[in-house]
């Protein structure tokens, strides 16, 4: 009987080693991309789930993009260095702009040219594939009226903006 009863054991230890590894392998990244954002704007890549942000560094805004939406939360922040955690929970390719204006996110480009230059647009992550995740980090939005934005072609039309708010 001894016998039977240690045979489970192993596997259950076996499932378990084999785990880990699997675990360990899926470690952090400290590769960079750069592109051609403002220069107050820096995009990294991460692979953290829910990463932190030390105190007296700004607000942290975790942002989901899907076909075709984008839900940020909080929608409002205070002034300053804004982390911007986007993740493409879509099946598609997503772009991720923020932009300072006046007009309602649903009115702030063009519908015929989306992807034109965005006046006003302060950073941007150009492409992010689906399952991916990026870190955007504007060092210092100032206070007022924010739209965040897919300029990718017809994703803009199909809807894929939202109102944003720093105080």
């Known amino acids: 009987m001894h016998h039977v009863a ?42 953290t ?38 993740s493409n929970a879509g099946k598609i390719k997503h772009q991720f702009t923020v932009i300072r204006t006046d007009k309602s996110a649903a009115t702030v480009l063009s519908t015929h040219n989306p992807n034109d230059d965005i006046a006003g647009a302060r950073a941007e992550i150009a492409s992010l594939a689906p399952g991916a995740s990026k870190t955007l980090v504007v060092k210092n939005l100032k206070p007022g009226h924010y739209a965040i934005v897919c300029a990718l072609p017809g994703h803009y039309q199909a809807g894929m903006h939202e109102d944003f708010t720093v105080q």
């Not at 076996?14 to 400290?30: D, N, P, R």
């Not at 789930?49 to 940020?72: D, N, Q, R």
């Open 49 to 86: 789930a829910t990463p932190t942000t030390p105190s007296g560094s700004g607000a942290t805004v975790t942002s989901s993009l899907t076909e075709f939406k984008i839900a940020s939360t909080p929608a409002s922040v205070p002034a300053g260095r804004v982390t911007f955690k986007v």
């Open 6 to 47: 240690r045979r489970p054991i192993a596997l259950a230890a076996a499932a378990l080693s084999i785990g880990a590894l699997a675990v360990s392998g899926c470690g952090s990244s400290s590769s960079t991309s750069t592109s051609s954002t403002p220069a107050a704007a820096v995009s990294t890549p991460t692979t």
